[in-house]
């Protein structure tokens, strides 16, 4: 942001140039070609102040590489002091360049905090008042008289009031448009986050998409391996028995693999039509406990009849068998789930009976290749948390009260497809 700020302060001592020559321009066909009676020498001495600051500012910053806020809003400052001077010596309030105090109050609010520009628009009004009362007149005769009316005076208190509303809206909207610049930076940076988070993502739905065929081959030799087992040892029963539970986990690894196969990543009904969303969590938790028959899972679901019914993804439905393994990796022999919904979402809470997180794991978790298991690798709770966002769901962890972790997942119903 320095080197932003330094750059447009060098443009302000620019601008800031072409005023001092616009002023002594101005003051010399004021004096000369119009022949009005104005004090040319104070209003020299406060030019040639003008410029005295402008060339300091300009050896100051010249070859400077940061600087502050603060020096950026005095510079700011002076400006509207000396140009305060100069109206001074030239009719204050009734000087038509009085409109020129919104100039650096513009530029305060499009680039310095907010805070500044509250302190600039306090400076300018007050400016701006004090030359209401303490200002030499300019020398024409009926200026002076129309001043002494009632008329004026009241076009002198509407102009007064004018540049308060000025202010008071230039405040208003630039600061709101720049706060708006800065949302939009905090916007690019988010997306440019998600963005590397996508291209993580795709990296490893590659990576899975090849280890797929290419595990096609050793899988299919095994298979056969287990038939000659079978085979050869045809009267041992205990072999037999064996090979027939190898070949079964032969089976689902193909299985599994074809899913990874035919899937990319877009939502694929299961069954071919939408199911209730309690049954599905019912299925699910059967077709989770199969894999983990060891595991001991309580399920209980709530929420107004009938339920909602949506059409589930391959991929949701491994992100929660990912919750569910890490409970059951914490405690095998006790996982709560708990299900309510209502007509917008899906609260889904797992809790296991483990150890729980401490601080540090609790940052880190969900994080790529982050992992407390000595044979895990890091990447189911990140895949499930990357699954409920694409859904606009959210996954949190905490720890229960009691000991353990607590995992509550909500998802929202408005990206699948219901039917009531």
Not at 226 to 235: G, I, P, S
Request: glycine share 6%; aromatic share 8%.
């Amino acid at each position: 942001m320095n080197i932003t700020l330094l750059a447009n302060l060098r443009r302000l001592l620019l601008l800031r140039s072409i005023a001092i020559a616009c002023e002594s321009v101005v003051l010399l066909l004021v004096s000369r070609w119009l022949r009005m009676d104005v004090p040319v020498t104070p209003m020299l001495l406060v030019i040639a102040l003008h410029a005295l600051i402008n060339v300091v500012a300009w050896f100051r910053f010249k070859y400077e590489r940061d600087i502050s806020v603060g020096e950026f809003a005095m510079q700011l400052a002076l400006d509207t002091m000396v140009l305060a001077l100069l109206l001074f010596f030239a009719g204050g309030y009734t000087n038509p360049f009085v409109s020129l105090f919104l100039l650096p109050l513009v530029v305060t609010a499009a680039i310095l905090p907010q805070i500044y520009t509250w302190a600039m628009a306090v400076l300018t009004i007050s400016c701006y008042t004090l030359l209401i009362v303490y200002y030499i007149p300019l020398p024409e005769a009926h200026m002076e008289t129309a001043a002494k009316g009632s008329e004026f005076g009241l076009h002198v208190l509407g102009m007064w009031f004018s540049f308060l509303l000025s202010a008071g809206l230039v405040v208003f909207f630039v600061v709101r448009m720049a706060n708006s610049l800065r949302e939009r930076d905090l916007d690019l940076a988010q997306a440019r986050e998600k963005a590397l988070h996508d291209e993580h993502l795709v990296a490893l739905g590659t990576l899975a998409t090849g280890a797929a065929h290419e595990l096609g081959t050793p899988l299919a030799t095994m298979a056969v391996l287990a038939n000659e087992l079978k085979y050869d040892h045809a009267d041992d029963p205990e072999v037999i028995e064996k090979a027939e539970i190898f070949r079964d986990q032969i089976n689902r690894c193909k299985a599994i693999i074809s899913d990874i196969s035919a899937t990319s990543g877009q939502p694929r009904g299961e069954g071919g039509g939408s199911v209730a969303i309690d049954s599905y969590l019912r299925d699910l938790v059967r077709q989770w406990q199969a894999i983990r028959p060891q595991a001991q899972a309580i399920l209980q679901v709530q929420g107004p009849e009938p339920a909602p019914r949506i059409l589930t993804d391959k991929t949701l439905t491994q992100a929660i068998i990912n919750i569910l393994n890490n409970a059951a990796d914490a405690s095998v022999d006790h996982v709560e789930i708990n299900a309510c919904w209502d007509s917008e979402q899906l609260t889904l809470d797992v809790y296991d009976q483990g150890p729980g997180l401490n601080e540090a794991v609790q940052a880190a978790v969900g994080t790529p290749f982050f992992t407390t298991k000595p044979d895990g690798h890091g990447l189911g709770l990140y895949l499930a948390r990357a699954v409920l966002e694409r859904y606009n769901g959210s996954l949190t962890l905490t720890n229960r009260p009691t000991g353990g972790a607590h995992v509550r997942l909500v998802l929202p119903f408005k990206m699948l497809v219901i039917s009531t």
